[in-house]
């Protein structure tokens, strides 16, 4: 039987974030419609930078992470090496993989692709680096779905192609690499869902359908490409309004230029609270500027925020997240941080 989580507000203040992402690339090779990363002005007029991570600094910042987790007695729980880009773009990303699983920093490193250039030679490097899940997002089943909603690709047969090789050469390898492949439904019909389900069923360890997802500054466009959205990521809660979001209290998203923000839905860096270029994770983990973020949310202060304002990943959180029933008790722990 599956053991039930436990809820956030019992395990807080923690020293040590329970996930952390590091960005190899913020550039991607799809635009897809329901993503920030695909709407180049959007990105023009927020200011956001575009860029690849250089593979010395991946390196100062996971000998970083090892202090901290050494200095803690803990480990990161998941170590993304994802946020905003398609990671894979990154060619350092198999020795990224291998640097952190040989630190020993996190006790599971993972990656979200869109599969696209998830070839051979790739394969191998993220199973030989000890990558322990992967996450791939297919777009449609179809490839005028594809190409309507990437609007750069246009071949479904290769998604699969792809994941069928990967799948295939972990098991060859024996390797421990979990493959979890997800859709998002962004008006799929109940024939091309039928399809998803028999394609990738046979090639995959767990597959889902997804509702479309809102993201962080929900206000300036519309993500959801006018779909109703009645539960968060993976269908297990039911979207409803929160008054504090747990992200800022359990996780940490590096930028490829050492920038920190809060969380993976911040794709407009409005929630930076410390800079690893001259900064250390400890420092930022423990500084005013997060403090500080932390207590407009659990003040009922959120709309302060820009990026935190309007947010609809914030909605459809789980529920053993939740933090609003335990904000006089978390007021008075990090007023005195």
């Known amino acids: 039987m599956k053991s039930k989580p436990y809820a956030l507000k019992d395990l807080l203040p923690i ?89 020993g920093v996190s006790e599971s490193i993972e990656i979200t692709t869109n599969g696209a250039i998830l070839e051979t030679k790739r394969v191998i490097e993220l199973i030989e680096g000890g990558l322990d899940a992967m996450r791939i997002s297919v777009e449609h089943t179809t490839d005028i779905g594809y190409r309507e909603i990437t609007q750069t690709f ?14 295939k050469e972990k098991e060859r390898r024996i390797s421990n690499l979990k493959i979890h492949v997800k859709i998002l439904d962004s008006g799929l019909s109940d024939e091309e869902k039928e399809q998803f389900i028999a394609d990738f069923s046979p090639i995959s360890d767990s597959l889902n359908i997804d509702q479309i997802m809102g993201w962080s500054r929900s206000d300036v466009t519309d993500f959801k490409l006018g779909r109703t959205v009645t539960t968060g990521m993976g269908g297990i809660t039911e979207i409803k309004e929160r008054l504090v979001c747990p992200e800022a209290f359990s996780k940490l998203a590096v930028n490829f230029d050492g920038t920190t923000s809060i969380c993976c839905v911040d794709w407009s860096h409005g929630t930076v609270v410390g800079d690893l270029r001259t900064q250390s994770l400890t420092e930022i983990w423990a500084g005013e500027k997060l403090r500080t973020f932390r207590l407009l949310h659990l003040s009922g202060k959120r709309s302060q925020i820009d990026a935190c304002s309007n947010c609809d990943y914030l909605r459809g959180l789980t529920w053993y997240s939740n933090l609003d029933d335990d904000t006089d008790r978390l007021l008075q722990v990090y007023s005195k941080t």
């Open 15 to 103: 020293t040590v974030p329970f996930s952390i992402m590091i960005e190899p690339t913020n550039q991607c090779n799809f635009r897809c419609r329901f993503c920030p990363t695909g709407n180049y002005d959007l990105l023009k007029q927020v200011g956001r930078p575009i860029g690849s991570m250089k593979y010395d600094f991946f390196v100062k910042i996971i000998d970083d992470l090892r202090f901290m987790c050494e200095a803690n007695d803990s480990k990161v729980k998941r170590l993304h090496l994802y946020k905003d880009g398609e990671p894979l773009l990154n060619k350092d990303l198999g020795k990224m993989i291998a640097y952190a699983k040989k630190q």
């Open 154 to 167: 246009g071949n479904y047969a290769k998604i699969k192609s792809n994941v069928e090789f990967l799948f």
